[in-house]
């Protein structure tokens, strides 16, 4: 299936990521992982970022399943397992930009430790949180984010537990680069992904995502009865003060869900923190790579 509408920008068009593939495709119609993935390669057309620059990473679910529909240098990881493969891709091609893509269960339930050591240590990673409040590769499994007595598939009297109050927890965790976009608004989500490209550390993209099979409370037409662009609602927000960041987020979803940037505090990312690293110029793995263990194994009875 062909699915590139992307207008070439440049002669070095064809080293771009596509969204040409010739595999099946199996997300549902209507899903908003095509809004995401759409917004990806334009993001990185734009930037003039080709295949040969940046490296993709993807968790298991709908989410991940945009592994084989783009053209690019993928890595489909485990469940929840996203991060520390991403941050682990990060070390050793230190030359490269890293894009990760997961779900809400990856990110919020199975990888949630992960998730939190990526934001405190500011790995050089773009992340997509697809977020669409369940589990859907499974067939709709109440997640970590499903609103508090919505039914899913295994909680046929609805969701019993309150869900986690997520960019809260986000920006409790001292990170350097907070977004939401929709996956509906495809270009304010390309300059989101763009701006996230240029930032130095963790860039955390909240995407809310229209799930029509398994979430059929928030479409896309009940996202956008809501969403707001910051630039609208809050045209003095200071991205650089997390308290006017938790305010954004505190508000009624009846009346706002904001999106864009809502807090960015540029400061150097995790390697170029470390102390043992100052003035080296060699990727980390290069040191590791001296060590020979043979002597240690050769000892062993
Ligand atoms: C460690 C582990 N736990 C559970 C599963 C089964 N599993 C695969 S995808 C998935 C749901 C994915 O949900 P989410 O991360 O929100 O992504 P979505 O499908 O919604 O994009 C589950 C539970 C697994 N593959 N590995
Ligand atoms: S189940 Fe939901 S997230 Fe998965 S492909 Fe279908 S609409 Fe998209
Ligand atoms: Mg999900």
């Known amino acids: 299936m062909n699915c590139n509408h992307l207008k070439p920008l440049s002669e070095k ?5 596509s969204l040409e593939t010739d595999q099946l495709m199996t997300w549902c119609g209507g899903c908003g992982n095509y809004g995401i993935q759409n917004a990806i390669a334009r993001a990185l057309t734009l930037e003039e970022i080709t295949v040969r620059d940046y490296i993709h990473c993807f968790d298991v679910g709908c989410s991940g399943n945009g592994s084989d529909k783009i053209n690019a240098n993928t890595i489909h990881g485990l469940h929840g397992r996203v991060l520390p493969l991403a941050a682990g891709v990060a070390l050793t091609r230190p030359d490269k930009k890293i894009i990760a893509e997961a779900g809400d269960g990856a990110t919020f339930s199975e990888g949630v430790g992960h998730l939190v050591h990526a934001v405190r240590s500011d790995y050089p990673v773009v992340f997509l949180h697809h977020n669409n409040q369940n589990y859907a590769l499974t067939t709709g499994q109440a997640s ?3 609103p508090l007595g919505r039914v899913q598939s295994a909680a046929p009297d609805g969701a019993f ?3 986690l109050n997520h960019l809260d927890m986000i920006l409790s965790l001292n990170p350097s680069f907070v977004a939401r976009g929709f996956s509906g608004d495809v270009n304010q989500l390309t300059e989101l992904i763009r701006q996230a490209l240029n930032h130095n550390g963790f860039a955390f993209i909240d995407v809310l995502q229209a799930c029509p099979t398994y979430n059929r ?3 896309n037409a009940w996202y956008l009865e809501r969403i707001k662009r910051v630039e ?3 045209p003095e927000h200071d991205k650089a003060s997390l308290e006017a960041a938790r305010k954004l987020i505190a508000v009624d979803p009846d009346e706002a869900l904001v999106t864009g940037v809502l807090y960015q505090n540029p400061r150097a990312n995790y390697y170029e923190q470390m102390p043992m690293r100052q003035g080296v110029t060699t990727p980390l793995t290069e040191e590791v790579r001296h060590y020979d263990i043979s002597g240690h194994i050769n000892a062993l009875r």
């Open 217 to 219: 409370t928030c479409g």
């Open 13 to 17: 068009a064809e080293e771009y990521s």
């Open 144 to 146: 970590s984010l499903t």
């Open 161 to 163: 537990t309150p869900p």
């Open 232 to 234: 609208d609602y809050a």
